[in-house]
């Protein structure tokens, strides 16, 4: 057996695997108290099972669309098997909260490696309880359950880290190409959570408008000047308030020009960004009459990504 000085694990939401794990990844996300804010646990799963009654079938068709599965397992695994294979002190692997492999399964095989020194690395660069939170806690129950007593680091934000900044730059320049960024407007979309999670402190807004302002500055430093750089969010869920501007309203502001749409609190590729911005908002800038209309693809398992959580757990 393989002797590890240490396991890091890679934190994310998950995606469906297959069609018939829509259900169950939509009634996990939406019993969470951290996306449904609803204390008393019985009312929670209530009308946690209407929005789940109400959206699975329009989620279904989304990753039929995708070819029948969410493309963040897949691409998640290729990462943790590109830092195996320049690390074989680390035992890479990633814990999905909404679906298989959940965080139980995941302690338990690092319990039967007999590793007790663990990195926890969040997928999300801008820290929110929405996101991040639920991730580590999660995680935290799951060690706790088994009785497992492991050195813990965490890793839970690095939306201004400088590898970061010069990571997205990079996909931003490959995307454009060698044309003229001063034809294109750059619009920078994040997920967006309910305004009164902000009103309570949550500092995820104030994070992504800081990786804009440094995000702009290594553009310029590069001489790479677009038109203009635009922060938005997209995926609104209900009817409450959310932050914005909006995503979709963003670009039919913008429909006389060329854009490109670099998917700011996402590192692995998944439904909002395959689907939501490469399908969806295609079809709309294709009504739209824009002439351009360009998606980034998320850092995925890219040097430049791999060469960051490498940089963040030493």
Known sequence: MQNYKKALVLLNMGGPNNINEVSVFLKNMFDDPCILSIKNNMFRSMIGS???????EKSKKIYEALGGYSPITEITF???????????DIFYTYAMRYVPPYATSVVQE????NINDIILFSMYPQYSSTTTYSSFQDIANAIKSLDFYPKITTIDRYSSNDLFIRAITKTIINTLSNDNAQKFVLILSSHSIPVSRVRDGDPYQKECEETLKLLKQELESNNINFKDIILSYQS????VKWIGPYTCDVIKQNSKDNII??????????????????IQYKELADKLGIKDYRVCSCLNYSDEFVELIEHLAT
Do not use: H, W
Request: aromatic residues 6%.
């Open 50 to 56: 209407m929005i789940v009654n109400s959206r699975v």
């Open 236 to 239: 609104k869920i209900g009817p």
């Open 261 to 278: 749409i670099y998917p700011l609190s996402f590192t692995i590729d998944n439904s909002e960004t395959k689907y939501e911005l490469c």
């Open 110 to 113: 690092i319990m039967q490696k």
């Open 78 to 88: 290729a990462l943790t098997k590109k830092l195996q294979e320049r690390n074989k």
